[in-house]
């Protein structure tokens, strides 16, 4: 990793390499990291079941393998990938291919398959990253690129927020405001509480909807309500078979399929450089610099590890968490054993799935409301990077135009215009190619972004290039110009 910022950012807690002290408090920051991810986390395995046509027992089979394939890929990211504070977990941007398989093959067919894709395209992943490929990108991506992937991936979420929140807004609504009063309010004046916003947040609304559901006030029909249902159906341990619901391959050998490979490699483009992003953001708010080129190559390879692991595990690719990004700089806890401790808990709920289904009953609106105030806090650390370009520049104002709005128009043509009978040129792997990259704002943004930046002239200062140190505002001076200094 690059060399430390000269100077630490402001007020931040515990750096990369400190340790809070005492141990529950560690666990407790921990904690708050599976708590921050378990809504995007639990989302996709509901999202995709009806798809695949799973009953209630294959859904918790697959919510099990999910905790632990982010437990897997979180370790591998933190101890020997880019050794950032970035926990791992299901990436939304293959949730396009992975409906694709599911609408070809139903059942545990479907998720052989979905594995097949994952391992190949893991294999890619990892090409890139540990052949220095990933590292390259540091010389072509700069804050006009940078900057609107960010954003996009805190503004891309907000139909998941709308899920979550729109049963109940109410609710969603009263956890926000309580994350404001934890982390903005009474924060200043209690570092304790300044090191646990998001958890008091969610634990205190818990506590309320459980109560108004125990006393009835609360009906069932409500979004709200309290159910313990599902933890009396869930068994306690998870099996250590392999195939038949085991640990290993849980749906049986994997599966493949050219187009689906090819189709899963552009939601792998979307991961990469939404990783890239989030390694940017992460070191700014750890004051670690920008990433080098070999933290980005280690980081990018090993999400490609974490992949490759979640096929044999049986769950859905993996990729930095930019949500608990937003936590640690929410938290200003930017310590790596933390995030190693959440993925301890994370393993502990994939193995012991009890536990994962009673923090399955935290109500939806609850999770609503820690997104709505997560995800824009993301936007706003994206866009911060645009105060190292040259604003005044009709050509970056017109560039960053074009790519955050392409990020929304996009998504729209193919999800609700482009019809089946869309093709481009004809060649059904390039069209797949093509839809899975337009179906993505993210992707869309890195690709135009990269494009439009590089293509059309502009100095290095008008870019940003070198004129500023990621986690600093003061400008860099070159050598041989420090006359008058």
Known sequence: MSAEAPNRPHGLKYGLDEIPKPLPKAMALGLQHVLTMFGATVAVPFILSPFLEF???????????????????????????????????????????FIGIALTYQGEDAMRYIAGAIMAGAVVEMAIGFGGIGGLLRRYVTPITIAPVIALIGLSLYDATVIN?????????????LIVLFGLVLAPRSRMISLFPILLAVVTAYLVCLLLSVTGVLPETVAGYVSFGVVGETPWVRGFDVGGGG???????????????????????????????DYHAIS?????????????????????????????????SSTSYSENIGLVGLTKVASRAVVLIGAVFLLLFGFVAKIGAFIA??????????????????????LSNLRRVDLDSQRNLMILGIVLFSGFVFPQYFGN???????????????????AIGSSGIAVAA?????????VPG??????????????????????DMQGV
């Open 284 to 316: 700014r708010i750890a004051g670690a610099g920008d990433p080098d080129a070999k933290t980005i190559n280690r980081g990018i390879g090993m999400e490609g590890v974490g992949c490759f692991f979640t096929g044999i595990f049986g769950g859905f």
């Open 447 to 455: 690709v135009l972004g990269l494009l439009l930046d590089n293509l």
């Open 417 to 435: 215009y482009a019809g089946d009978e869309w093709s481009l040129f004809g060649i059904g792997w390039l069209t797949s190619i093509v839809r």
């Open 55 to 97: 009953d209630s027992g294959q859904l918790a089979i697959l919510i099990s393998s999910v905790f632990i394939c982010s437990a897997i890929a979180t370790f591998l990211q933190v101890q020997f990938g880019s050794r950032l504070p970035i926990v791992q977990g299901v990436s939304f941007a293959f949730l396009g291919p």
């Open 247 to 277: 640990l290993i391959f849980p749906w049986g050998t994997p599966l493949f399929d050219l187009g689906f490979f090819f189709a899963i490699l552009a939601a792998y483009l979307a991961s990469t450089i939404e990783s890239f992003g």
């Open 165 to 177: 929140a729109s049963p109940n807004w109410w609710l969603a609504l009263a956890t926000t405001a």
């Open 459 to 480: 100095t290095d200062e008008e870019r940003g290039v070198g004129t500023y140190d990621l986690g600093t505002k003061d400008p860099v001076i070159p050598p041989g």
């Open 361 to 382: 009953t935290i109500p939806g609106p609850i999770v609503g409301g820690v997104y709505l105030a997560l995800f824009g806090l993301i936007a706003a650390i994206g």
